[in-house]
């Protein structure tokens, strides 16, 4: 079915939106924020994450998780000390409208994870690519899959 260029634009910046609210959810550690944006049944491949494509170092290996549904998404831990602070920034989305019930886009990313004292590094500083699907049900566009594909990773 073809989408007019209204309905078009209308969808891509609802999924820009989605997008945005995800990022924020994440750095916020506001776990309802991050659930309301996800497809029920979402699959989320975090595998690789914090993987250097260049040496092969996995430098979060516990961040590896596929995560299926929205209620897999966890709750923001309880403060037992200093948490890692992440901060994402999304660039350049490209976002295919398929119909009026699914979309995919690919967005650029740079992400940095401040580790608490005493962690196996202080800071990475990642770039990479998140590629994703989604889906539009009654409450409006929603997150169904993602999976990162990493460019560049440093530690310092």
């Keep these: 079915m073809d989408v007019d260029t209204m309905e078009r634009l209308a969808a891509i910046e609802a999924i820009r939106q989605v997008k945005a609210r995800y990022f924020r959810g994440v750095d916020d550690r506001n776990s309802a924020l991050v659930r309301s944006i996800l497809a029920e049944d979402c699959m989320l491949d975090y595998r690789g994450c914090c993987t250097d494509p260049v ?85 409006g566009w929603k997150l169904r899959t993602t999976r990162i594909e990493r460019l560049r990773v440093e530690v310092a």
């Design 55 to 139: 040496s092969g170092i996995d430098h979060l290996p516990a961040m590896n998780k596929v995560m299926e549904s929205r209620s897999s998404w966890p709750d923001a831990p309880a403060s037992a000390g200093p948490a890692m602070v992440t901060v994402h920034q999304g660039h350049d989305p490209d976002i295919t409208i398929e119909s009026e019930t699914a979309a995919s886009g690919i967005w650029a990313f740079t992400d940095r994870l401040f580790l608490p004292p005493g962690g196996p590094f202080a800071q990475l500083t990642g770039w990479g690519r998140y590629h994703e699907t989604y889906v539009r049900d009654d409450e």
